[in-house]
């Protein structure tokens, strides 16, 4: 009988192991724009304030130049480490890799430059989020890249669940702009549904390429959309059944200790893992790679 008990309970905890989580992840911070309805500083409170109502810690990837190098925008980054949730590189000025303009050298030097920034910060971690999640257009880069991190002691913050909440901010703020008192209710709604659709979709990935569900790590960024809606959309996580973990909880999941053999690899993990088993454009693919198109000309189609 305490035989059965035992591995009924180890059953039980290797589903609970495979049971569907996510971790909450935010890039480009941070953001210091002079924005409607709320300002730098209130955006960053109302993220953290969601957060902590739910008992969730995140990560927060640092753009440096993007204002962290200033006291006001220090400050707002300090208030996640203290908060406990992490603090990772995102480099100094966001270039992008996949670019000719870009050596692998000056890239290097980005994320030299913003761990200098970012490394007496309370949360620090060894965490890299490449820039357009792209890790370089040439074995070269990509493969110098990988040394060079390994080398450094970072780990490659791979996402999963890759949004497209900024394309979604840039119809926000473009509503807004025309009228900053604007009934926001149909934008929130088509952002919560895009949330869903994604979760729901790279989910389904997960189990096609592992045979089960791995811990997600969801890309969102330090922005108006979020500072608004971030509350709903962690809600809505809960009321889908999902468990949300941290970032370090996520990570060790072996799926991330994966490298794509794909000579271009980039966007989501589980996309670049599909590229490098040359599945090519399976079913729901575009929807994976719209870049919120769906989303907003369903707004256009109501008016918006």
Request: with cysteine.
């Amino acid at each position: 009988m305490i035989r059965f008990l035992s591995i009924l309970m180890a059953l039980c905890s290797a589903a609970a192991a495979h049971a569907q989580s996510v971790a909450f992840t935010f890039d480009d911070a941070p953001n210091m724009l002079a924005l409607p309805r709320l300002s730098a500083p209130q955006r960053n409170a109302a993220m953290l304030a969601a957060l902590a109502r739910h008992q969730v810690k995140a990560a927060l990837f640092v753009t440096a130049a993007n204002g962290a190098t200033g006291a006001e925008g220090k400050a707002l980054v300090r208030a996640w480490g203290e908060a406990g949730h992490a603090i990772g590189n995102h480099t100094m000025t966001h270039p992008d890799l996949n670019s000719d303009s870009v050596s692998l050298a000056q890239y290097q030097q980005e994320v030299l430059d913003c761990d200098a920034v970012i490394r007496t910060m309370p949360g620090y971690r060894k965490w890299f989020r490449y820039t357009y999640l792209r890790e370089g257009h040439t074995k070269d880069k990509r493969d110098g890249m990988r040394q060079f991190l390994s080398a450094q002691g970072y780990r490659n913050a791979y996402v999963s669940l890759d949004t497209s909440d900024w394309r979604l901010e840039e119809k926000l703020l473009e509503v807004l702009a025309k009228n900053p008192q604007a009934d926001l209710a149909p934008i929130k709604r088509m952002y919560l549904s895009h949330i869903r659709q994604r979760a729901l979709a790279y989910r389904e990935l997960g189990q096609r390429l592992q045979g089960r569900d791995i811990a997600q790590v969801m890309l969102m960024h330090h922005n108006l959309i979020n500072a608004l809606w971030l509350d709903d959309v962690i809600a809505q996580f809960k009321a889908m059944g999902w468990t949300i973990v941290t970032p370090e909880a996520a990570y060790s999941d072996p799926v991330y200790a994966l490298q794509p053999a794909s000579a271009d690899p980039g966007q989501s993990l589980l996309l670049s893992m599909a590229r490098s088993l040359g599945l090519g454009r399976f079913d729901g693919w575009a929807r994976l790679v719209d870049d919120g198109d769906t989303e907003i000309e369903a707004l256009k189609a109501q008016g918006w």
